[in-house]
């Protein structure tokens, strides 16, 4: 299994997304949110690789200090091929957003492998190779897409009111997690007033 570094929302973010994925559900569709794992939350992965040593902690702590990092949840994104599609919503780019990825990733320096000996991390995880974004729904069929697509461009209600004005989504990320997904557990390190990182 794939272990991941990811960015976490604040509370009213990962509402206004998890909105998203109620009303997919409501509508009977694919959505992000049929996992049950208390786990499971709209994240953005920021490196993805093989595995990732725990003593990656300490570095992946110290990224923290650029948080907090105000973002724009933009249009829909599809990946994949055939009938095992992904749809996800972009996360605009932004200098400040870039320059934390490339701390985190800097920071796996060691600690990743995309094999047994072999360190790094998934080439679509690089810097200049990286898309930001936050999965919608995974395994979409080709017949629904269109369906899954419209659903996301009509916000539900209490997404508007953290609506920019070309429609996106307002959101602030506001902690960073390893994701181990062989034994299927996070670690998650959270940014305080002080600047003190912790771990949850």
Not at 9 to 17: A, G, I, V
């Amino acid at each position: 299994m794939a272990h991941s570094v990811e960015f976490l929302f604040d509370d009213e973010s990962e509402r206004r997304l998890r909105a998203l994925w109620d009303a997919l559900a409501a509508s009977n569709l694919p959505n992000a949110g049929r996992n049950p794992s208390p786990t499971n939350r709209p994240h953005v992965t920021a490196a993805a690789t093989r595995r990732i040593d725990p003593a990656a902690d300490r570095a992946v702590r110290q990224c923290t200090a650029a948080l907090p990092i105000p973002v724009t949840i933009g249009a829909p994104l599809i990946f994949g091929r055939g009938d095992r599609l992904v749809v996800a919503l972009l996360v605009v780019p932004t200098a400040r957003l870039l320059t934390a990825h490339l701390q985190l990733v800097e920071a796996l320096s060691g600690h990743a492998f995309t094999a047994d000996d072999e360190p790094g991390v998934f080439s679509h995880s690089l810097p200049g190779s990286w898309t930001p974004h936050v999965t919608m729904a995974r395994r979409v069929h080709s017949d629904v897409l269109a369906d899954v697509v419209a659903a996301l461009d009509l916000p539900p209600r209490g997404i508007r009111a953290g609506a920019t004005e070309d429609g996106g989504i307002r959101a602030t990320i506001t902690a960073i997690r390893r994701w181990d997904g062989d034994s299927r557990t996070d670690v998650v390190f959270d940014e305080y007033p002080d600047g003190s990182g912790s771990a949850s």
